[in-house]
């Protein structure tokens, strides 16, 4: 069970939450210029790292906002949360400190 | 105003009344769960950093509660923190006066006011073994030193999705269920309450 801090309830368990793929891919900006494969880029072809991953989560059982969650893919370890308006947060020891 | 007619209404968990009194305990690990039906309840949506959610909150009488888990009473309303800009306010009056003086307040700024009254019931959970009752399905922690009288919080019961707002310190707590969910939570209660008959097992 892993424990997010949403942005505005604090920490709740992972079954008040949605998963929603991984943040920060931005919708193309001018959409009727790309090739098919540019699209399929853009809708199926996602990062898969080992270690620090940002990601979406909706907090579908408290205030039902999204928000963004920094988890390592290895050790699930919930790095750290931000509002969608707020950056990627920089991380001092990228990884965790083990 | 149309003509004024029978109040129909039958509750979502009418036909369960008597299965709860049926399970209230009394004594030192005593707890009791009734329905109460038909409270007014009004979904209000503004900018949090606006004039508006000021002028609200004064025409409600206390201002909006700006945090999760905190609440904001006067008179007969209560307004609970649903989200950044969400607000559900409790009422003792009439759905239609409450939702008429809050859009009065809103005016023509961007925001809603709904009533949702119809959405979900009430359940009142009550006496010295209600938080144990609780603490068997609840993923918070209702510990007095993290939640107390006049928090309300958005969490789950058992496998439903709740409103939890804790009244007073009996405790007494009341549970705001989807209607159609609100079989299952009664039925969930009932069945959670029923060891508190016996002995405390050591």
Known sequence: ?98 | MAEPTIDGRVSPLAHLEERMRAAAVTGARGVTLVERPFLTMVDLRVDPASETADRIGKALGAPLPRRCGHTGAAGPHTTLWLGPDEWLVLSRAEASQVTAELKDALGGDPGSVVDVSANRTTLELSGPAARQVLEKGCPLDLHPRAFGPGRAVSTTVGPVAVLLWQVDDTPTYRLFPRSSFADHLARWLVDAMSEYHGPEVP
């Open chain 1, 1 to 98: 069970m892993l424990l997010i801090t949403c942005p505005w309830c604090g920490p709740r368990d992972e079954t008040e939450y949605h998963y929603g793929g991984q943040a920060h891919v931005p919708y193309p900006e001018t959409p009727a210029d790309l090739t098919d494969e540019q699209w399929a880029e853009y809708v199926f072809y996602r990062d898969n790292p080992k270690g620090p991953f940002a990601e979406r989560w909706m907090h579908g059982i408290g205030c039902r906002r999204w928000f963004n969650v920094l988890r390592d893919t290895a050790t699930h370890e919930v790095l750290a949360s931000y509002r969608l308006d707020e950056p990627r947060p920089e991380l001092p020891q990228a990884g965790g400190n083990r």
